[in-house]
């Protein structure tokens, strides 16, 4: 697919690597729609790159849906998307006492990372789904976020690992399913990025993380991932898979 003209929505583009990806691919012609919980953030990224800014709230049906029938308005259909939008909190299953997890502090997790993604998912492909198809045949491409905590989930990260683990397993499946359209899936398993997530972990703590990435020996730029999303849009091979962005990083 070529960027150029068509219409991206990035999820989570208010902040962290969905502001990188909606920037990237406005630089690359398309036409972008961001949508954040944050209806002040994606407004404010949006007028930057001449794109439309949307409040959207992944867990809720009606929000999502409202927001994508306003961006189908402004933009068109969707023919590029990408779900960026996640938490990571640490939390153990046992506290120090031996106090179990509260339940739902781990559906919470589950239900922005992993159902939120679906949500997304969904709606875009029924917008894909209506269009014209574009060179052999396709009519869209949906990029989902993992992590690599989906294959080396650590410690306090059962929840986030679950809900990761969950966004890679969608990944297959979605593709199969939507190939009758010329709609492809992939998903990108990013490893240590700095984003707003990464600064909310104790400084004494990051260098840690830092010393134990292989090459190259330090966070990721949100900019690198964007790159990804575009080399995933550009090559129609690139389908039913997820890539991880990691620097050879495998979490102990």
């Known amino acids: 697919m070529q960027i150029n003209k068509q219409t991206a929505i990035v999820i989570g583009g208010g902040s962290g690597l969905g502001e990188a990806t ?3 691919l406005a630089d690359l012609g398309a036409k972008v729609t961001v949508i954040d919980l944050s209806e002040e953030r994606a407004a404010a990224v ?9 409040a959207g709230d992944v867990v809720s049906a009606e929000s999502l849906e409202a927001a994508f029938a306003a961006s189908q308005q402004a933009q068109g259909p969707c023919r590029l998307l990408v779900n960026c939008a996640g938490v990571g909190p640490s939390k153990r299953i046992l506290d120090k006492e031996g106090a179990p997890q509260p339940l739902d502090a781990f559906a919470q997790v589950v239900n922005i990372n992993l159902v939120g993604s679906f949500n997304a998912l969904r ?6 789904a209506a269009c014209e198809p574009l060179e052999d045949g396709e009519r869209g491409l949906i ?3 993992a992590s690599i905590a989906a294959f080396e989930g650590q410690i306090g990260q059962a929840a986030y690992g679950a809900s990761k683990g969950g966004v890679h397993a969608l990944t297959l499946p979605a593709a199969r399913e939507l190939a009758r359209y010329g709609i492809r899936v992939n998903t990108i398993a990013p490893g240590v990025f700095w984003t707003p997530m990464f600064e909310t972990v104790k400084p004494e703590w ?3 993380i830092i010393d134990n990435i292989p090459f190259p020996k330090r966070t990721g730029q949100p900019e690198e991932f964007a790159r990804l999303v575009a080399f995933l ?6 389908n039913g898979s997820t890539y991880r962005l990691d620097a050879s990083l495998r979490l102990a």
């Not at 849009?233 to 690139?238: D, F, I, Q, T």
């Open 46 to 54: 949006a007028k930057e790159i001449g794109g439309t800014g949307l």
């Open 123 to 128: 709606l875009a492909a029924a917008q894909m």
């Open 233 to 238: 849009a550009e090559n129609p091979m690139a």
């Open 22 to 24: 909606a920037r990237h």
């Open 143 to 145: 990029v989902n976020t």
């Open 206 to 208: 990051r260098q840690g």
